[in-house]
C-alpha cells in the first residue's frame, strides 16, 4: 500500500506526500476502516450532522499525525464529534486501529489535502472548534512559505468557525510560535484568549515526545483564539 497520489491544487501544499512503510497491522485497518470511517474527499459541503448521527459540537483537526492524540481527546470528550485529517496512509491506518480498537463513535477521518477539505466540505459556521497541533514546522527560511499557519488559510478556516468557536495552534519551535501569535492577531474575526501565548489546556494531552523535550528545557506554546459573535 501507498499513499494516495497528490491532489490537484491550487495553492503551495504544507505536507509532502513520502514513501512511508506500512505495516501490516495498519494497512488491515485501513482496509477494513477506511468504509466505516472514512470520509472521502468530494469538492461539495459534508452534511456534518448526518456524517455523525447527531447534533453535537464538531471539531476539526489538521494533521493527525499517527492519531494517538486525536483518538485520546476523543475519547475524553464523547459529547464532542472530531473531524480529523491526514495525509499519510501509516497515520491513517493508525488513527482507524485507535477508532476501531477504542470504539470511538465520535471520530472520523478525511485523507486529503486540508486546504482543499476546508475550503469544498466544511460549510461557514458549522465548527466549535480548530486543532493544529505540531504541525510540520518547515525550519529552513526557504521552506517556511509551506508552513499551514498563513493569513489566508487561517481566514478560510476562521469563515468555518461559529461564533464563540476556538482556534487552538501548538507548537514546539518557538520562531513558528511567534508567527502563528503574529497570523492570528492579525486576523480581525479573532481574539486572544490569552495575554499573549495560553498554558496548555487539559483538553489537549501531553505527548511522550513532548514531555521529554520539556524534561530537556525544550519549549512548547499554544496560541489559542476564539471567534467573535
Not at 464538531?58 to 492519531?67: A, P, Q, S, T
Not at 476523543?74 to 501509516?90: C, K, M, R
Not at 482556534?167 to 520562531?175: I, K, N, R, S
Amino acid at each position: 500500500m501507498t499513499d494516495q497520489p497528490a491532489p490537484r491544487h491550487d495553492h503551495i501544499r504544507s505536507f509532502v506526500l513520502r514513501q512511508g512503510r506500512v505495516s501490516v497491522a495498519q494497512a488491515r485497518y485501513y482496509e477494513e476502516g477506511m468504509p466505516q470511517w472514512g470520509i472521502p474527499y468530494r469538492a461539495a459541503p459534508l452534511d456534518l450532522v448526518a456524517t455523525f448521527g447527531r447534533v453535537a459540537p464538531k471539531i476539526l483537526e489538521i494533521g493527525c499525525g499517527m492519531g494517538e492524540t486525536t483518538a485520546n481527546i476523543a475519547a475524553a470528550h464523547p459529547e464532542n464529534d472530531y473531524l480529523g485529517i491526514e495525509v499519510h496512509t501509516p497515520g491513517v491506518g493508525s488513527l482507524l486501529k485507535e477508532i476501531a480498537t477504542r470504539e470511538l463513535s465520535n471520530l472520523r477521518v478525511v485523507q486529503h489535502d486540508a486546504v482543499e477539505v476546508v475550503r469544498d466540505m466544511i460549510g461557514p459556521g458549522t465548527l466549535a472548534g480548530i486543532h493544529v497541533f505540531f504541525p510540520d514546522p518547515w525550519p529552513k527560511k526557504r521552506q517556511q512559505k509551506r508552513r499551514l499557519i498563513q493569513p489566508p488559510f487561517v481566514s478560510l478556516l476562521t469563515s468555518r468557525l461559529a461564533p464563540g468557536g476556538y482556534f487552538h495552534c501548538a507548537t514546539d519551535w518557538q520562531e513558528y510560535a511567534d508567527q502563528m501569535l503574529a497570523v492570528l492577531s492579525g486576523e480581525p474575526s479573532l481574539a486572544n484568549t490569552a495575554d499573549g501565548f495560553a498554558p496548555r489546556p487539559d483538553y489537549r494531552p501531553q505527548t511522550k515526545f513532548e514531555a521529554r523535550g520539556l524534561r530537556l528545557g525544550h519549549g512548547v506554546w499554544d496560541v489559542i483564539f476564539r471567534r467573535g459573535a
